[in-house]
């Protein structure tokens, strides 16, 4: 498996330090520009059609009497919040992973959060828990102990290696899928909610949701940017790394634990979104390059960007009806995924 | 194990390679393994018969009873499960070497996730129809398969892009599946569910024939293609200058991997675990640079009879799906290996 990493050009090949690059700074305040555009039309689109100053006034200013602000104070305000959340998770967990996997097809799903989160899910409606806000912390406690166990697997005697973790997160995963599975053949009402679940939307989360997760979600994105410097080491081999006197196993902890919970608290409040943590560290890298201290914050805002924006579509596309966060994003992010897999120069194996 | 890793060569034609003693000793092992399993699985059930009298009925010497149930209700079942995990099997042991890369399975070529969004489609869509449910998959599996691999197709294909391009259309078929599944009535969303689990439950003669000419053709084929394949684990101007027809060998491989996966799936359901960890194990009991093809259809039909024996006799009232006791027999296995090899390698 080689790593991901593009060259970066002549400076390397001469011994001469890269020089800043001026433009890393240009795609960060672009992709923040994009995320606010996004969350305009979050609260803008939807079946009923608000103009910004009327969502402008709803949030800072809010009059009981306007029919906007009912719509976006408490339906599309929680939803948008809930999906910069959830889209800065999954953006900076997929560009994590895949540093630390050296693997570019690793998303989070990897380390078995959708399938730890899945069983727990089907467990906890099982036990009779039948709200959203109730479930989530099955669905974390799924997550949470499915990508320990799988870490801890993965590192016995010796370390996790990109192989191991990616190997063991897909066998556990696999007996995980085929528990939630049984359980579901075995009784349709559990199914019926699942099915809701699983196929992964921001819709009917109230802000009660994004509350729980908020503190999680933030704590990942604190100890992901402090496992960036510790990443671009790790991304030359484990050996340079420790050379280079970083402690290795000390900064694969970190990096696990940021994606566990960033990925871990999206998956819960939304449900499994598999697309998002797959393509965005792509489509970051080519604005930033490897640099993991950019590289991150970038994922993370073009998650948020993305998943907004998906949404928004969804409730547009099929109105008045509604097609899943999780659906459009796969249906026009895979055309997109696979072109620039397409354009890929070279031959890059895995 | 020294003792065991004498190489003998083999030669077939204008194809040579060299066969190791422990494939030899693991491959004897697997086939009396599955062979015994086989004949318990026959044996027990709500009518229980000698293993003596299982051999004596298959060799046509059978009372009318005996005839009944082991011919006609449990030797169906079992043959698909003897089929289909060395179908699986083989299939994953193809693309993992294809792909150089331990994790890639049929499922990254999209085979299981057309295959599940056709079957799924007509469950939903059309009603109980259930003769068009294995076409549906099999049409399902190969379209998706071929659409990958035309998407992947760029002045030749590469193993990288190929499970790159796979994964991107998987998503979209699986979130299409997700979203038949919202939309159908729970009734409908039940029974996709069954076939999404994997069964052999209810193979009969009519999933089982076209299985077994698929498998009678696509083996052989399957151990030709493996002396190109032990080139192609080297860089592709390597393997060029050993005097490969790179693409050519290329689309043999997958389109062996992707006709048994599909022949298998269309029989039985999305058995997935079957193709990723068997190949891994086989790997790693007989040794060597890439999983053994011969000993993978061994085990991977050793495997499945074996999950498909536990289902019934685990629970004999409420059928487990098959799928979950090969998760259950293959993952701690899979993971045994797994912290073995840490441990070697660290010390």
Redesign the interface.
């Given at each position: 498996?080689t790593a991901p990493i593009r060259a970066t050009g002549t400076p390397d090949r001469t011994g001469v330090p890269a020089p800043a690059r001026p433009h890393r700074g240009a795609a960060l305040v672009a992709l923040a520009g994009a995320v606010a555009l996004a969350v305009v039309l979050s609260l803008a689109v939807g079946a009923q059609a608000l103009n910004p100053v009327a969502v402008w006034h709803a949030v800072l200013d809010p009059d009981p009497a306007a029919p906007a602000t009912a719509i976006v104070r408490e339906l599309r305000l929680p939803r948008t919040i809930l999906g910069l959340l959830t889209g800065l998770a999954l953006g900076a967990a997929g560009a994590l992973m895949q540093g630390h996997t050296r693997n570019?097809?690793a998303d989070p799903g990897l380390l078995g959060i959708s399938a730890g989160a899945s069983l727990a899910v089907v467990v906890g409606i099982q036990l009779g828990v039948g709200s959203l806000t109730g479930y989530i912390w099955f669905a974390f406690a799924g997550a949470l102990l499915t990508s320990v166990a799988v870490f801890a697997?993965?590192?016995?005697?010796?370390?996790p290696?990109p192989?191991?973790l990616?190997?063991?997160g897909?066998?556990?995963s696999?007996?995980f899928?085929?528990?939630t599975?049984?359980l579901?053949?075995?009784d349709?009402a559990s199914?019926?909610m699942f099915?809701?679940w699983?196929?992964?939307s921001l819709s009917g989360r109230d802000g009660q949701v994004a509350a729980q997760v908020a503190p999680f979600i933030a704590a990942g994105l604190l100890l992901a940017l402090v496992n960036a410097p510790a990443l671009n080491a790790l991304g030359l081999g484990e050996d340079v790394a420790r050379a280079l006197g970083q402690r290795v196993l000390a900064a694969r902890v970190l990096g696990v634990t940021a994606v566990v919970l960033l990925a871990g608290a999206a998956t819960a409040a939304c449900g499994p979104i598999?697309?998002l943590g797959?393509v965005v560290p792509h489509l970051a890298r080519r604005l930033t390059g490897p640099d993991h201290r950019w590289l991150i914050p970038c994922s993370a805002l073009a998650g948020a960007a993305l998943l907004l924006v998906a949404d928004v579509l969804g409730r547009v596309v099929v109105s008045p009806g509604e097609?899943?966060t999780?659906?459009v994003?796969?249906?026009f992010?895979?055309?997109f995924?696979?072109m620039l897999?397409?354009r890929?120069r070279g031959?890059?194996?895995? | 194990m020294t003792a065991l890793t004498t190489h003998r060569v083999v030669r077939f034609g204008r194809f040579c390679g060299t066969v190791s003693g422990r494939s030899l000793a693991v491959g004897t092992v697997g086939l009396l393994g599955t062979a015994a399993v086989t004949v318990l699985s026959i044996s027990r059930g709500s009518f229980t018969i000698a293993p003596a009298d299982v051999l004596r009925t298959l060799l046509g010497h059978g009372t009318a009873a005996q005839d009944l149930v082991v011919l006609d209700l449990r030797l169906p079942r079992i043959l698909a499960a003897l089929l289909v995990g060395a179908a699986l099997a083989v299939s994953g042991a193809l693309t993992q070497t294809f792909a150089r890369n331990p994790l890639a399975t049929p499922d990254v070529l999209g085979v299981t996730n057309g295959a599940s969004l056709g079957a799924v489609a007509v469950i939903v869509l059309a009603g109980p129809a259930v003769r068009t449910v294995p076409l549906a998959a099999l049409a399902g599996g190969l379209s998706a398969a071929a659409l990958v691999y035309l998407l992947a197709w760029r002045r030749g294909v590469d193993g990288f892009r190929l499970v790159l391009v796979g994964i991107g259309v998987g998503e979209v078929l699986t979130a299409g599946v997700s979203w038949l599944l919202v939309r159908a009535e729970i009734v409908d969303a039940a029974r996709a569910t069954i076939w999404l689990n994997g069964s052999v439950a209810s193979a009969g003669w009519e999933q089982i024939r076209p299985l077994a000419l698929a498998l009678a053709a696509l083996l052989p084929l399957a151990v030709a293609t493996s002396f190109t394949l032990r080139a192609m684990q080297f860089d592709d101007d390597v393997v060029r200058s050993l005097g490969v027809r790179l693409q050519a060998a290329r689309l043999a491989v997958v389109l062996t991997a992707v006709a048994l996966a599909a022949a298998a799936v269309a029989a039985a359901g999305p058995i997935e675990f079957v193709a990723f960890v068997v190949p891994q194990i086989a790997l790693r009991l007989c040794g060597g640079s890439r999983p053994p093809l011969v000993v993978s259809a061994i085990l991977g039909a050793l495997l499945v009879t074996a999950a498909d024996l536990a289902a019934r006799v685990a629970l004999p009232q409420r059928e487990l799906p098959v799928g979950l006791i090969t998760a259950m027999i293959g993952t701690p296995y899979l993971l045994w290996l797994l912290v073995r090899a840490n441990r070697r390698t660290s010390a």
């Open positions: 498996m570019p097809i697997i993965a590192s016995a005697r010796g370390g290696t192989v191991t990616a190997l063991a897909l066998a556990i696999a007996l899928a085929s528990f599975q049984s579901l053949i075995a349709a199914l019926n099915r809701f699983v196929v992964g598999g697309f797959l097609l899943q999780g659906i994003l796969a249906v992010g895979a055309p995924f696979i897999v397409r890929r031959v890059v194996q895995l | -």
